[in-house]
């Protein structure tokens, strides 16, 4: 549901740093994850996603971690480059949702010269 | 890759008036596409899923005589935001799900509504 009145948590690092986003789902049942990134005033863009039978999946400079144990997910961004602040946000599929996807509060990421 | 357009990118309009936003899968074709509402600094909303040839599909709490969908083609949805009043200011999104998968959305780039 819609998270009226939160701010979104900031996560503020270092140019040349990894970044390391969390993200808690809610449903044990999901077995579809998405990690999106948003720049402002423009829509989601596709990162990377992991299904539930994996625990660790890797794209380029990205990695996503999945811990079904305690519902939690993580994106881990390498050597952080200003191009990536910008929100960030998890999504989840849940079996028999026709698609619909379930999207996490979002973590702003600002990257520092 | 599959690219999903909006139309208008961003519309200023007058309290008690309508208006249409257009989303098209511009390379591919959408059986399903979904509509979002975004508040500043906060998530994206699902407000309803859009069915080609079928009535469309509203979340709890979104008034469907409010904000209309049409799917009337594989490659268009369309969202009417009919009376609008300034609590309708938000940033809508649009997605279509590219077949024969149903996991993966393709996002439009948004449409920024502010009702004066």
């Known amino acids: 549901g819609e998270s009226v009145g939160l701010h979104l948590p900031t996560l503020s690092v270092q140019e040349g740093d990894n970044s390391i986003i969390n993200c808690a789902y809610s449903?044990?049942?999901?077995?579809?994850f998405i990690w999106y990134k948003q720049e402002s005033g423009k829509g989601p863009q596709f990162i990377i996603d992991?299904?539930?039978?994996?625990d660790k999946r890797q794209g380029q400079r990205v990695t996503v971690l999945l811990n079904k144990t305690v519902k939690h997910l993580s994106l881990q961004i390498a050597a952080t480059q200003p191009g990536d602040s910008a929100v960030y946000f998890c999504?989840?599929?849940?079996?028999?949702?026709?698609?619909?996807?379930?999207f996490g509060a979002g973590t702003q990421v600002v990257v520092t010269p | 890759g599959a690219v999903v357009s909006q139309h208008p990118s961003r519309v200023i309009c007058k309290s008690g008036t309508s208006v249409k936003i257009e989303c098209r899968s511009l390379?591919?074709?959408?059986?399903?596409m979904f509509w979002y509402r975004q508040f500043p600094k906060q998530s994206l909303m699902l407000m309803a899923t859009?069915?080609?040839?079928?009535?469309?599909?509203?979340e709890q709490g979104v008034e469907k005589d409010k904000f209309l969908i049409n799917h009337a083609s594989l490659t268009l949805s369309t969202l009417t935001v009919t009376s609008a009043h300034p609590e309708d200011s938000s940033f809508y999104i649009c997605?279509?799900?590219?077949?024969?998968?149903?996991?993966?959305?393709?996002f439009g780039p948004g449409t920024r509504l502010t009702v004066l």
């Open positions: 999504a989840e599929i849940r079996p028999g949702s026709w698609g619909k996807l379930q």
């Open positions: 449903n044990s049942a999901s077995d579809y």
């Open positions: 859009s069915n080609e040839g079928s009535k469309a599909t509203y």
């Open positions: 997605s279509a799900l590219a077949e024969p998968s149903t996991d993966t959305q393709y």
């Open positions: 992991i299904r539930s039978n994996m």
């Open positions: 390379d591919f074709q959408a059986t399903t």
